[in-house]
């Protein structure tokens, strides 16, 4: 079987993924990318072609018509590979239902078409008028909550509801990230069968390799139990301000306590400032961006708590393959079936500094529940979502696709 990704981009995370699907028997997989800098892909997430083994194709990305990107030559390309299966996910995906010389040609050559997604802050058809009235709910391409939402906004997510309500179960299947997915895409149509839930993760293989090899590794900081860590993009939805400002009210009752930033992006200048502005430069550990597993995995070993203040996803399963508790709120969905409240870490309310403060204050003068939920962390990595879960998910979504007509 032939499949072809569209991509935004070759993040390094799902590199590892496809690697392991073009090894499936009877599976070769192609990706193809924009050529240049594009508009989908986050700000500052770390791109490689090292490692991989299977085929890249790279076009020219552009902003279509209806304001949102697309690649150039599509269908040309669709006609050099003959894939037997495309999977894209969105904006990729509405970029072949609205090309319609595109749409007809895939399915004249019975072309299985499969979108991937999460689905993250895509309401039930029921819901949608409702939920995209409220402000709360529309988020920018940022990820930023927007300060109202007009008639004109109202309309264009009408149309994005009915134009999801179209396409949806036009496609051959949907490969997903969360359960949720079942109710969600249900309600535009989508039959059940169709909906294969493949989950979300790194390559644990590859980071228990790491960790194996840095076990006996001499310690890259000093041992401090009271080290908090966060991973990922400065980027101003991954809200590491919040962390920076409990930092200052931590240091009361814990004099030792430190945050490891591990990271960088635009927002790197601005948390500097604030460490500085509240006197706790000398608690707030800036390292940058970390790309080396192994050098990854030894700031991991170094700390005590895995907290996420914002949205996120995969740091949370590399944290706990390094057996630590995670405290998050709401991140991308993919944290429900991670986090287990008051097993292998907390939920905090949303956007609630207090709330996500208090839950770091209780998890760290209690350093026997550190080691305890960083157990439970590691238990739920091997036993329930790692990378075998993904690529048997694949695997069974492909199996489903072959057996179709």
């Given at each position: 079987?032939k499949v072809?990704?569209?991509?935004?981009?070759?993040?390094?995370?799902?590199?590892?993924?496809?690697?392991?699907?073009n090894a499936?028997?009877?599976?070769?997989?192609?990706?193809?990318?924009?050529?240049?800098?594009?508009?989908?892909?986050?700000?500052?997430?770390?791109q490689?072609?090292?490692?991989?083994?299977?085929?890249?194709?790279?076009?020219?990305?552009?902003?279509?018509?209806?304001?949102?990107?697309?690649?150039?030559?599509?269908?040309?390309?669709?006609?050099?590979?003959?894939?037997?299966?495309?999977?894209?996910?969105?904006?990729?995906?509405?970029?072949?239902?609205?090309?319609?010389?595109?749409?007809r040609?895939?399915?004249?050559?019975?072309?299985?078409?499969?979108?991937k997604?999460?689905?993250?802050?895509?309401?039930?058809?029921?819901?949608?008028?409702?939920?995209?009235?409220?402000?709360?709910?529309?988020?920018?391409?940022t990820?930023?909550?927007t300060?109202?939402?007009?008639?004109?906004?109202q309309?264009?997510?009408?149309?994005?509801?009915?134009?999801?309500?179209?396409?949806l179960?036009?496609?051959?299947?949907?490969?997903?990230?969360?359960?949720?997915?079942?109710?969600?895409?249900g309600s535009?149509?989508?039959?059940?069968?169709?909906?294969?839930?493949?989950?979300?993760?790194?390559d644990?293989?590859?980071?228990f390799?790491?960790?194996?090899?840095?076990?006996?590794?001499?310690?890259?900081?000093?041992?401090?139990?009271?080290?908090?860590?966060?991973?990922?993009?400065?980027?101003?939805?991954?809200?590491?301000?919040?962390?920076?400002?409990?930092?200052?009210?931590?240091?009361?009752?814990?004099?030792?306590?430190?945050?490891?930033?591990?990271?960088?992006?635009?927002?790197?200048?601005?948390?500097?400032?604030?460490?500085?502005?509240?006197?706790?430069?000398?608690?707030?550990?800036?390292?940058?961006?970390?790309?080396?597993?192994?050098v990854?995995?030894?700031?991991?070993?170094?700390?005590?708590?895995?907290?996420?203040?914002?949205?996120?996803?995969?740091s949370?399963?590399?944290?706990?393959?390094?057996?630590?508790?995670?405290?998050?709120?709401?991140?991308?969905?993919?944290?429900?079936?991670?986090?287990?409240?008051n097993?292998?870490?907390?939920?905090?309310?949303?956007?609630?500094?207090?709330?996500l403060?208090?839950?770091i204050?209780?998890?760290?003068?209690?350093?026997d529940?550190?080691?305890?939920?960083?157990?439970?962390?590691?238990?739920?990595?091997?036993?329930?979502?790692n990378?075998?879960?993904?690529?048997?998910?694949?695997?069974?979504?492909?199996?489903?696709?072959?057996?179709?007509?």
């Amino acid at each position: 079987m032939k499949v072809l990704f569209l991509f935004e981009g070759l993040p390094h995370y799902y590199n590892d993924v496809l690697n392991r699907l073009n090894a499936l028997p009877d599976t070769q997989v192609s990706v193809l990318i924009p050529e240049n800098n594009n508009t989908s892909l986050g700000k500052n997430v770390f791109q490689t072609d090292k490692g991989i083994s299977f085929k890249v194709i790279r076009t020219e990305e552009y902003v279509a018509w209806y304001g949102k990107a697309f690649l150039q030559h599509v269908k040309s390309i669709i006609q050099s590979e003959q894939p037997d299966v495309i999977i894209a996910g969105w904006p990729y995906i509405q970029g072949i239902f609205l090309d319609r010389s595109l749409y007809r040609y895939i399915k004249a050559n019975k072309i299985k078409l499969v979108e991937k997604s999460i689905p993250y802050l895509v309401p039930k058809y029921s819901e949608a008028r409702r939920f995209y009235a409220s402000a709360k709910n529309v988020v920018n391409e940022t990820l930023t909550v927007t300060d109202k939402v007009s008639l004109v906004d109202q309309f264009k997510y009408f149309l994005i509801t009915q134009f999801r309500k179209y396409y949806l179960d036009k496609l051959d299947a949907h490969v997903c990230y969360v359960e949720e997915a079942f109710d969600v895409l249900g309600s535009y149509g989508v039959d059940k069968e169709k909906i294969h839930i493949i989950y979300n993760s790194p390559d644990t293989d590859k980071i228990f390799q790491s960790k194996q090899k840095i076990s006996n590794a001499a310690p890259i900081l000093p041992a401090n139990p009271l080290r908090i860590i966060h991973v990922g993009r400065l980027v101003k939805w991954k809200k590491v301000h919040y962390l920076v400002s409990i930092i200052e009210k931590l240091k009361k009752d814990f004099p030792q306590v430190e945050l490891l930033v591990v990271g960088n992006g635009p927002e790197e200048e601005h948390l500097k400032q604030q460490a500085n502005a509240l006197g706790v430069a000398q608690q707030v550990r800036f390292v940058g961006g970390v790309y080396d597993p192994e050098v990854l995995g030894q700031y991991f070993q170094a700390s005590a708590i895995y907290v996420l203040a914002g949205v996120g996803g995969l740091s949370i399963n590399e944290a706990m393959c390094y057996e630590k508790p995670v405290i998050c709120s709401v991140c991308d969905g993919t944290e429900k079936k991670l986090v287990r409240n008051n097993v292998n870490g907390f939920f905090f309310e949303n956007d609630d500094e207090e709330d996500l403060y208090q839950k770091i204050h209780y998890l760290l003068g209690k350093p026997d529940l550190v080691k305890q939920m960083g157990d439970h962390s590691l238990q739920i990595i091997q036993q329930e979502i790692n990378i075998h879960t993904v690529i048997n998910g694949y695997a069974e979504t492909f199996q489903y696709l072959a057996g179709k007509k």
